[in-house]
């Protein structure tokens, strides 16, 4: 796995810090987020948010929160990876 780290949450202290990494290989942003709780995963898997799709969290995929404050590395990451010939 190449995995590229582009920064975690600048407020961070101690433990458990919101990351980004782009993985090179398999052409994917990845992130590391807090674990939503329970008012937001009713809100996300009752919503149907793209009229005829399917509401819900499908098995294999997740949610994760990160700041605002971490769109620039996120930006970066995702620049980086275009000018990596990835996107």
């Known amino acids: 796995m190449a995995l590229r ?4 949450d600048p407020e961070t202290q101690g433990n458990g810090s919101p990351t980004v990494w782009v993985d090179e290989e398999k052409r ?3 992130l590391q987020g807090w674990k939503p709780g329970e008012e937001l995963l009713a809100a ?3 919503t149907e948010w793209v009229p005829g ?3 819900g969290i499908p098995e294999g995929e ?3 929160r ?3 404050r971490m769109a620039a590395m996120m930006r970066k ?3 980086d990876a275009e000018r990596s ?3």
């Open 5 to 8: 780290f582009h920064g975690m």
């Open 28 to 30: 994917e942003l990845v």
């Open 44 to 46: 996300i898997s009752t």
């Open 53 to 55: 799709h399917a509401t």
């Open 62 to 64: 997740d949610v994760v």
């Open 66 to 68: 990160l700041p605002l």
């Open 77 to 79: 990451a995702l620049d």
């Open 85 to 87: 010939g990835l996107l």
